[in-house]
């Protein structure tokens, strides 16, 4: 399994071996283009020198904001972005050991479960739970029972709706596109 989300090969690397980069990459990824906010966890890596849950929630909070604005920056919202990152990974570490793979790992879930946990986390509302939950069963080899519905409607099989769908150049257009149509037909209505 690798992923192909950013067309940059460090960051999709680092996405596809630290299950905390992919989890940020989807806290980073609204208000921006998916690659730039799925890049945003390398960017991190290179500032800081980790991407570790406890590490970046014992960052300084300054220093962490500041490592966010660098050029080119993390998102373009850096200062409430890096805090809700800090956010995230103290609430990892509080409830999951620090470890981001044990929202889908530990004990075995089912899909609804795992959309549960996702829902928890600051950060993670309804749609971006079930478009990670997508991810993680379309993409990182989660197959627990359910998983699909749960995910509806980006779960779905030969869907080009998400983040989840983007195995290739061709399936990021295709994606663009589905979201190009959606907004149009959200601004007709």
């Keep these: 399994m690798a992923l192909h989300i950013t067309g940059d090969t460090a960051a999709d690397t680092l996405l596809t071996e630290n299950p905390l980069a992919l989890l940020v990459g989807m806290l980073l990824d609204q208000q921006v283009a998916m690659e730039t906010a799925f890049a945003g966890p390398e960017k991190i890596r290179e500032r800081i020198g980790s991407v570790d849950a406890a590490t970046i929630a014992g960052y300084d909070p300054e220093a962490f904001t500041e490592a966010f604005k660098e050029s080119p920056a993390v998102h373009r919202f850096p200062g409430s972005m890096a805090g809700r990152v800090q956010a995230l990974c103290q609430a990892l ?97």
């Design 93 to 189: 570490v509080d409830e999951w050991g620090g470890d981001a793979a044990a929202l889908w790992t530990q004990g075995d879930p089912d899909g609804p479960t795992v959309l549960k946990r996702l829902r928890a986390l600051p950060g993670f509302g309804e749609q971006k739970a079930k478009i990670f939950l997508a991810l993680l069963g379309k993409q990182y080899g989660f197959t627990g029972d359910g998983w699909r519905e749960a995910s509806a409607p980006y779960g779905e099989e030969g869907s080009f709706r998400s983040v989840a769908d983007i195995v290739s150049p061709e399936s990021l257009t295709k994606v663009r596109e589905h979201k190009k149509a959606m907004k149009a037909a959200a601004k007709a209505s």
